[in-house]
């Protein structure tokens, strides 16, 4: 099986990178090699590695900055897919794309489900929602929709609370923000095994093609994860002091409550997620 992995510098190629060579023959492109703002140099790139399955874990993610670049944002999160994507159906190819719980606008108030009507309140949300769409232009695709991804390795999210917990005496975190955190070896390891799968049942595959939630299973508040970090480190006493998201303003609106549920995923795949917690355990364990 011939695996194209698009992406292997940021937090999730990296793992992904790790993950999937053992399933077939892996070629992994990034930048320089691929300039995702030039989505018209995509189709000869993945037609000339004949692919079986198209692996992205490309994505503009720069939150803030992306309501001052929309249309760098929309290419490579979303012209970029539509390119994937037509490809893909032209090889028979199976598409992998990776979404975001920003697609929603928070005011569910429970976890959101992948019938639930998509509200982007920011040029992010907006752009990746596009890549959805892009995606489902495959004949055969699965977008995994995830929530809060961080990884060990430095300049995420945990990392940066480290590193705050080493130079400050204490931490306001937001506590009206509620998601589902992600450990990025999750998302390469669930990818692995639906590939798996795929490489012993592609016409089962086939039939599942769609949209689907991926994240760590539960909910909590950025204020709860930093809590659950610095215990997991044995600094249960350190001093976090909650606050609310209108007292750090962004260029950027964020949902308040886009935690996930990974029902469908589980049942299709056979798959069981762990909870948030445990994986931030296994994350911090080095």
């Known amino acids: 099986m011939r695996i194209l992995l698009f992406g292997k510098i940021g937090q999730l190629g990296w793992e992904l990178n790790r993950s ?87 005011t569910k108030g429970s976890t959101y489900v992948e019938t639930d009507s998509p509200n982007p309140l920011n040029v992010y949300g907006k752009t990746k929602l596009a890549g959805e769409d892009a995606a489902a232009l495959a004949e055969k695709f699965l977008t995994f929709r995830t929530s809060w991804v961080y990884s060990s390795r430095t300049g995420g999210f945990v990392n940066k609370v480290i590193e705050w917990s080493k130079t400050k005496t204490e931490l306001r975190i937001v506590d009206d923000q509620i998601g589902s955190p992600t450990w990025c070896r999750t998302l390469a390891e669930v990818t692995g095994q639906v590939i798996a799968q795929y490489a012993l049942d592609k016409d089962r595959l086939q039939s599942l093609s769609g949209l689907y939630h991926l994240a760590g299973a539960g909910a909590a508040s950025r204020y709860e994860w930093v809590k659950e970090i610095l215990s997991v480190l044995g600094m249960e006493n350190y001093s976090i002091l909650p606050a609310k998201t ?10 308040y409550f886009s935690a996930l549920a990974c029902d469908k995923l589980e049942q299709s795949f056979n798959l069981k997620l762990l909870p948030w917690q445990t994986s931030l355990a296994l994350a911090l364990e080095k």
């Open 20 to 106: 999937l060579f053992t399933l077939g023959d892996l070629s992994v492109l990034d930048y320089p090699e691929v300039d995702f703002n030039q989505p018209q140099t995509l189709p000869e790139i993945i037609r000339s590695a004949k692919p079986d399955v198209i692996v992205n874990a490309v994505a503009y993610t720069n939150v803030d900055k992306a309501e001052s670049e929309p249309d760098v944002a929309r290419r490579i999160n979303a012209d970029a897919v539509a390119g994937m994507a037509r490809e893909a159906k032209n090889l028979g190819a199976l598409l992998i794309h990776f979404s975001t719980d920003y697609v929603f606008d928070g």
């Open 246 to 255: 209108i007292e750090f303003p962004s260029a950027a609106v964020r949902p």
